[in-house]
């Protein structure tokens, strides 16, 4: 939206500095309406935060700088969210932050919050970094009561929000990024309501159009070009890639135009969707109401203002009429669902659904894929639902994760468009040529972590004179928990080949499941002639599985790190209980066969003596051995 003004300039770059709440300014609808859960994360639209107000003053950056590569984890139906791993501060704290490219600030819980959920990690402990620093008060931020601190409020479309203060610390991305860690603005949340409070992950990762975003101040000081990128994994395997940074894009990649100058959204410039090949009967322009059509990587499903979705539904269900409808997974929501076989198998929806195209104004079309706008039936074995839904008031047309999945996403800001490529998201990280000569940076230094932040008594790497005698690491697989038990064994051996160990030194216990996936513990100990870890090596093994340099055949999927322990030796190292049985074993033996021995012997002994006392009438007995004592 072009401004009137320099007044009008000049009052919406105070109010990106400084922060504003997105509230719900009267006459404006949310940007989706809610239809189906889970449902997260795309921003309300403030009545001044739709001009470009940062864009168009980033530098043209040579496409040779170094850029962040990072793997992407948790599931887009299961968790409603895609996250990636980021280290904060000096000792590096972890932190799984939802990947959401229409939140334009980074925030994670704070330490002092009081109103914060149980998250997958401890909260953020400033006083524990050597290289924080709040933002102080200045004239260009919101501020706190005592005038002291810059703060921050974001409210969200789902009803949920999060408020805190701003602070700078070192960010660092992880053993796959060239960029090593770099001093960012990022929010250390005090309050948090809603799906932000309930959510396993620990808050967002800000990929937004605005100056807090970690895109805008990376490209700011100069560090990746003006773009980032995306993929998300499929509808049986999860995982993907994330990429901070420009890098050489595939030749036959679909770019279409995306206006930065309409909305911080990221928008493209869709004119037509096609059915099986047939164009829907609609107007061009019922696409480009309110803000577009809207990338938006933080919402799970898609939604098209009502005119669209009736005919999208309707070309859908023409195609696919000789399949039995049923009802949804929740009854509160009027989801149109298919039963389509026993199997659960999506790799033949392509045999039964359509394809489905989404036509841009340059005249090239982006292929999707049933599971690009399918969801699999909760309840039902082999019934899918469209994962489309109205966006009933609001005539914006909102594109979720739902739809780019198994789709390379390329959001280059830089030359105002964005590119599709289909792909295998899940094998992406290990595939696509987008490593320079740049090495990757030595192995961050990770804090311990823990699920439950009261067992975590630091968050400082262990001291030399920790004792270290097992490893607890808590992983999730991205296959089910029925396909995984037969082969826990053949998991086993492959941990510890990856870990360079013996097999007897790996255990594997507590399989879950966790809808299609698998939640297992992996424990490992030290050898038997040690009943010690040292630092450098259990510091090693846990950053291996944290920065996914496991490998894991296809048979098992992707994995991701949840939670890990490092605890100290048991009373009596593994070598000496083993022994100390064993003996415990031989003095048993030893005890059971005197007891043995003296039983025969007593026995024997008996025998004898009973032929010592004859009947009268047959011995006589002198009458010398008859003497008095």
């Avoid at 005592?146 to 929000?161: G, M």
């Avoid at 039902?380 to 008031?393: D, E, I, Q, T």
Wanted: glycine fraction near 6%.
């Amino acid at each position: 939206m072009a401004l009137a003004s320099i007044g009008a300039t000049l009052s919406l770059l105070i109010i990106y500095l400084s922060l504003p709440i997105y509230a719900h300014a009267a006459g404006e609808n949310t940007l989706l309406q809610l239809q189906s859960p889970p449902m997260v994360f795309p921003l309300f639209l403030s009545p001044t935060s739709s001009s470009r107000s940062v864009s168009v003053r980033h530098r043209k950056l040579h496409k040779s700088l170094p850029h962040s590569r990072m793997r992407l984890y948790d599931d887009l139906l299961l968790n409603g969210y895609y996250t990636t791993r980021l280290w904060i501060g000096t000792p590096p704290q972890m932190f799984a932050l939802i990947v959401d490219s229409g939140s334009t600030v980074t925030y994670v819980p704070c330490s002092d919050c009081e109103q914060c959920g149980k998250h997958q990690d401890p909260k953020f402990q400033p006083e524990m970094s050597s290289t924080y620093q709040p933002v102080k008060c200045n004239m260009d931020c919101n501020c706190d009561d005592d005038k002291e601190q810059c703060v921050y409020e974001r409210e969200y479309a789902e009803h949920s929000s999060s408020k805190g203060v701003l602070g700078e610390d070192l960010i660092s991305f992880g053993n796959e990024s060239q960029l090593t860690p770099q001093r960012a603005v990022f929010g250390c949340e005090t309050v948090e309501t809603g799906d932000l409070y309930s959510q396993r992950a620990d808050g967002i990762i800000g990929l937004g159009q605005g100056d807090l975003s970690l895109v805008d101040q990376l490209v700011d000081k100069g560090l990746i070009s003006n773009s980032f990128a995306l993929c998300y994994g499929g509808m049986d395997l999860g995982g993907g890639s994330m990429v901070l940074g420009g890098f050489a894009y595939p030749s036959d990649m679909i770019f279409t135009d995306s206006d930065p100058d309409r909305s911080p959204y990221y928008n493209i410039d869709l004119t037509g969707i096609r059915v099986a090949g047939k164009q829907l009967s609609l107007s061009s322009g019922v696409f480009d109401g309110e803000h577009g059509a809207v990338l938006d990587s933080g919402t799970t499903y898609a939604y098209l203002p009502d005119a669209a979705f009736a005919a999208f539904e309707e070309a859908v269900m023409r195609e696919v009429s000789p399949l039995k409808q049923i009802d949804g997974p929740d009854p509160n929501f009027k989801d149109t669902c298919f039963h389509v076989a026993p199997s659960n198998d999506a790799s033949g929806l392509s045999k039964i659904f359509p394809s489905v195209e989404m036509v841009f104004k340059s005249g090239q079309s982006w292929l999707l894929s049933p599971e690009n706008y399918l969801f699999r039936h909760s309840k039902v074995h082999g019934a899918y639902c469209l994962g489309v839904f109205p966006n009933g008031k609001d005539h914006t047309t909102l594109l979720g994760g739902i739809v780019v999945r198994n789709t390379l996403v390329v959001y280059d800001r830089e030359n105002s468009k964005v590119g599709f490529w289909r792909t295998n998201c899940s094998e992406l990280s290990d595939r696509l040529p987008i490593d320079g000569a740049l090495p990757p940076p030595p192995p961050a230094k990770l804090p311990l972590n823990d699920s439950n932040p009261s067992l975590n008594t630091s968050s400082n790497l262990p001291r030399e004179k920790t004792q270290i005698g097992q490893i607890n690491l808590d992983i999730q697989l991205t296959v089910s928990s029925s396909y995984l038990k037969p082969r826990l064994e053949e998991l086993s051996k492959v941990f510890s080949k990856e870990l360079d160990i013996k097999p007897t030194q790996v255990y594997l216990s507590n399989l879950t499941s966790n809808g299609n996936n698998s939640l297992i513990r992996v424990v490992v100990v030290p050898t038997e002639s040690s009943s010690l870890f040292s630092n450098v090596t259990a510091t090693s093994i846990v950053s291996r599985f944290s920065n996914h340099q496991i490998k894991l055949p296809d048979i098992f999927g992707d994995y991701q790190l949840l939670t890990y322990k490092l605890e100290p030796p048991r009373k009596g190292t593994r070598w000496q209980m083993k022994n100390t049985i064993v003996v415990i074993a031989i003095v048993m033996v030893s005890v059971v066969v005197s007891l043995l021995a003296y039983g025969v012997w007593l026995m024997w002994e008996r025998k004898q003596t009973s032929n010592l006392y004859k009947p009268v009438d047959e011995a006589i007995v002198a009458e010398q051995e008859l003497q008095p004592l």
